[in-house]
């Protein structure tokens, strides 16, 4: 399946217009920037005509001269040329694009530029530099070095700019938009270093951060993390002049990261128990590398310092006093930057055929190409081509091994836990734009990263085995399945539970549904036929002639050609009246069952069928919720003997009646965890559907809490305008009142209290609907937790009484998918997190190898 060529345009970037920069969009040389401060030359005139006797009309051949009439004509119809605020932005958006230009000369013309128009076009100045500091951070220091030389020639734009940029740092704090504040902070600091701000502005500035060290949580440290994030830029500075102020910073820090607890590790990592790779927290490791580069003396080799060009002349500007940065208080309900682990795929061995080395993983360097990569990802994730030619043109591409670390990068989020920062299909669709770009390195880099990823398989997180799983089968998918599956063959020894053994055969499985059974079974050496998946196709035992229900399941079919109502089919399949005690289910479980089969195989042509058919009779299915214990097993088990082999088709149709809440996701939990299911407990769909079961009663809940919130908003709005209308009573107030199309039908009821008493009442309803909704996602989080818990329970148990050793793949697949649960509904398992301490945690029956596993979970948000 090829890549959908649906490329949203970028959004992070303005429109380039051709009378501003060169075709290929590159910023302008400094002749070109020069040129454009110079007037155009006015259009040669040609000789005038000899005289004619006919001079009233133009002789052919010949161009009459325009005249300001002409002029204003033109600019009539035509509109005015662009204006220099579009010229600016463009020049400011584009500067330092273009790698052949000399940067220092193409920011002193632009200086001139900006500088001559400071006055008029300060505010219109400022906003764009603010822009370009929010979404273009890896030109960082381009930006603070124009702001300073614009300041040493207009120092109150230096005083206005550096207002402007707190202002926006404020916002973005406010508002919890912590990758932007992160980008404005490092900005801020950098500023010392264009002569915009003195080192002690920037040290008192950096101290406001370190004040909440004493308060251990996810606020402090991201203010830690943005205190570290700086020192490469301003560290230098602070050694350069010899200034005592750093040091105060660093052992605040140092002693906060030092006491710092990091349980939620183990839960965070790609690779658990047997893995010897270093997986460090990110505020560990990016420590560890700023105490590295303060013993190399600050030095540092990557940024690129522009301002040491202009050292003289923003040494002399005229420094401004930083303004007062307001930070919120901490709040449980902002959801602040959760910790992370540092992902590591390649070293140093890893990079061969000549290229650059790759920096040591814990050198400033590896941080600083690894936050270039990542900013680029962010900038650009709306869409996957202009990503991939973004990272493909990195700057520093040739100091380093660039494929390898940008695999790495892309990596890292994919298998970010507990959620990536974009949508899993992005990464797919880059990493094919990258490998179709660069033909000649990517592809083996990449196969090469597959290879490491599979032979560490058995150490991986189950929930990035699935991850892995869900890339390798799309990335094949548009290469035509090609791979050297013999390769591979080690996993067939591989225990049924173990994780090379499930990786391989969901990647056929995920593969089958992106192609076809035939093209799987080709492809694929003869080795791997016992993990091959069956051919998806439907099955209906009472389709046999001499299964007792074959006469029954014709009659439901005739009924079902002859479109006969939800009633005639409900009372086809109830029971006789007198064998109905009070309180049993009216509806005979087996005749449910050969209808639900009859109808199933008569829509089995495609999910589309299968859906109207469903949608036709829903009525009869929301019959049987009324009987759920009954019932709902029933169909559970029909669609499963029907569809077993065509996994995807059970996950649609599960989901399916999900949503309608034809099924209760206790129902799937409890069928989850019978033994209904014993043979296929390894196979992903099955903990797929588990989790489709949360996620639906978690959609259920954010829809009455959104319709709650929306008809508190209309009810307070109304009543306040109803309320003026009882106190304005002329005839203009009742006028404007039936023109307001906000009172909507509430206009023609014939009085105030009568409204008032209605939106009440819709209140009152939404507030029902919301506290049903929460009670109902509360217990569903509190059920799948206490059937997992019981579960390794019973294992643990059974293992004691046999002097067995518990630590058996079963284990460890069972503990992987109660923390893949956790991990997946994570905002929802926070939410009752009081209610799953009282009801679990509490209790003195439960193994402390099980309570470790929630204490990792809940080190997420301490």
């Not at 990068?409 to 797919?428: C, D, H, K, T």
């Not at 050297?484 to 994780?499: A, F, M, N």
């Not at 799937?668 to 079961?693: H, M, P, Q, T, Y």
Request: proline share 5%.
């Amino acid at each position: 399946m090829e890549a959908m060529d649906t490329t949203p345009a970028e959004a992070t970037e303005p429109e380039v217009k051709p009378e501003a920069v060169s075709q290929d969009t590159e910023a302008p040389s400094t002749e070109a920037v020069s040129k454009a401060e110079e007037p155009a030359p006015a259009p040669e005139e040609k000789p005038e005509a000899p005289a004619a006797p006919q001079p009233t009309h133009q002789r052919a051949g010949y161009k009459r001269v325009a005249n300001r009439d002409d002029d204003d004509e033109r600019k009539r119809i035509c509109g005015p040329g662009p204006d220099v605020t579009t010229h600016l932005e463009e020049l400011m958006v584009h500067v330092g694009d273009n790698k052949d230009a000399n940067i220092v000369e193409v920011l002193k013309s632009l200086r001139d530029l900006l500088s001559q128009n400071v006055e008029k076009e300060e505010a219109f100045i400022v906003g764009q530099f603010a822009r370009c500091i929010k979404f273009k951070p890896e030109k960082l220091t381009i930006y603070s070095t124009l702001a300073g030389l614009v300041n040493a020639d207009a120092p109150e734009f230096g005083k206005n700019f550096v207002q402007r940029v707190v202002d926006e740092l404020n916002h973005s704090l406010k508002e919890g938009e912590f990758d932007i504040a992160v980008r404005i902070i490092t900005f801020i600091a950098d500023l010392a270093n264009t002569g915009i701000l003195s080192l002690e502005s920037v040290a008192g500035f950096l101290n406001q951060f370190t004040a909440f060290v004493e308060k251990e949580n996810l606020q402090t440290d991201f203010f830690v993390y943005c205190v570290l994030h700086t020192l490469p830029w301003v560290g230098p500075a602070f050694h350069s002049a010899k200034s005592p102020l750093l040091e105060p910073i660093l052992s605040k820090v140092g002693a906060y990261i030092a006491s710092r607890k990091k349980h939620h590790l183990k839960a965070l990592q790609v690779w658990i128990d047997g893995d010897k790779t270093v997986q460090e927290d990110y505020i560990d490791c990016l420590w560890g590398q700023i105490r590295n580069l303060q013993r190399d003396n600050w030095n540092e080799q990557h940024i690129v310092r522009v301002d040491m060009a202009y050292k003289v002349v923003l040494s002399g500007a005229q420094k401004h006093a930083l303004p007062e940065v307001v930070i919120p208080a901490f709040d449980d309900k902002t959801e602040y930057p959760l910790p992370r682990v540092v992902f590591r795929l390649f070293s140093a061995e890893d990079v061969v055929g000549g290229e650059n080395p790759l920096p040591d993983a814990n050198s400033i360097e590896r941080f600083l190409v690894e936050e270039d990569l990542n900013w680029i990802i962010a900038n650009n994730y709306l869409n996957w081509r202009v990503c991939a030619r973004e990272l493909l043109a990195y700057h520093r591409a040739d100091s380093i091994p660039l494929y390898h670390c940008i695999t790495e990068v892309v990596f890292s989020q994919l298998f970010r836990l507990p959620e990536a920062p974009y949508m899993e299909l992005f990464y797919g669709a880059l990493l094919i734009e990258l490998c179709h770009t660069a033909l000649e390195k990517m592809p083996q880099v990449l196969a090469h990263a597959s290879q490491i990823l599979y032979q560490r398989t058995s150490n991986m997180q189950i929930i990035c085995v699935e991850r892995f799983v869900s890339w390798f089968s799309y990335h094949l998918s548009n290469f035509q399945f090609r791979w050297c599956w013999e390769d591979w063959e080690d996993c067939l020894k591989e225990d049924e539970l173990s994780p090379k053994l499930i990786f391989v055969r969901e990647v056929l499985e995920k593969s089958m549904r992106l192609s076809y059974h035939k093209k799987i079974v080709e492809i694929l050496p003869k080795e791997f036929k016992p993990i091959i998946p069956n051919e998806p196709k439907f099955q209906f035992v009472v389709d046999d002639e001499e299964h007792p229900a074959h006469e029954d399941s014709l009659h439901f079919a005739a009924k079902i050609r002859n479109r006969v109502t939800c009633e005639e089919i409900l009372l086809s399949v109830k029971r006789n009246e007198d064998d109905i005690k009070e309180g049993e289910c009216p509806y005979d479980p087996d005749q449910v069952a050969i209808f639900t089969g009859t109808l199933l195989k008569m829509a089995s042509q495609t999910f589309s069928h299968t859906f109207a058919a469903i949608n036709k009779y829903l009525d009869v299915f929301l019959k049987f919720v009324n009987y759920a214990d009954a019932l709902q097993p029933v169909l559970l088990r029909t669609i499963h003997e029907c569809w077993g082999e065509h996994r995807q088709f059970v996950i649609m149709l599960v989901d399916k009646l999900l949503k309608v809440q034809v099924f209760d996701p206790h129902i799937i939990i409890a069928w989850v965890f019978s033994g209904d299911l014993k043979e296929e407990l390894g196979r992903s769909w099955i903990w797929e559907v588990l989790n489709l079961a949360i996620k639906r009663a978690s959609i259920q809940h954010s829809h009455s809490q959104a319709n709650k919130t929306s008809v508190e908003i209309v009810y307070a709005k109304k009543k306040a305008r109803l309320e003026s209308q009882a106190k304005n009573t002329t005839s203009e107030q009742r006028e404007n009142d039936d023109e307001d199309e906000d009172m909507g039908a509430d206009a023609v009821d014939p009085t105030v209290e009568d409204r008032l008493a209605k939106l009440a009442g819709d209140v009152s309803q939404a507030q029902i609907d919301y506290d049903k909704s929460k009670d109902a996602l509360r217990n569903v989080i509190l059920d799948v937790s206490h059937k997992f818990a019981l579960a390794i329970t019973e294992h643990l148990c059974s293992a004691d009484e046999e002097g067995a050793d518990y630590d058996t793949p079963f284990y460890r697949f069972l503990v992987g998918r109660f923390k893949e649960m956790l991990i997946l509904n994570w905002r929802d398992v926070f939410l009752f997190w009081a209610d799953v301490d009282r009801e679990l945690l509490s209790s003195t029956a439960i193994d402390e190898r099980i309570r470790q596993i929630f204490v990792q979970f809940r080190a997420l948000k301490y």
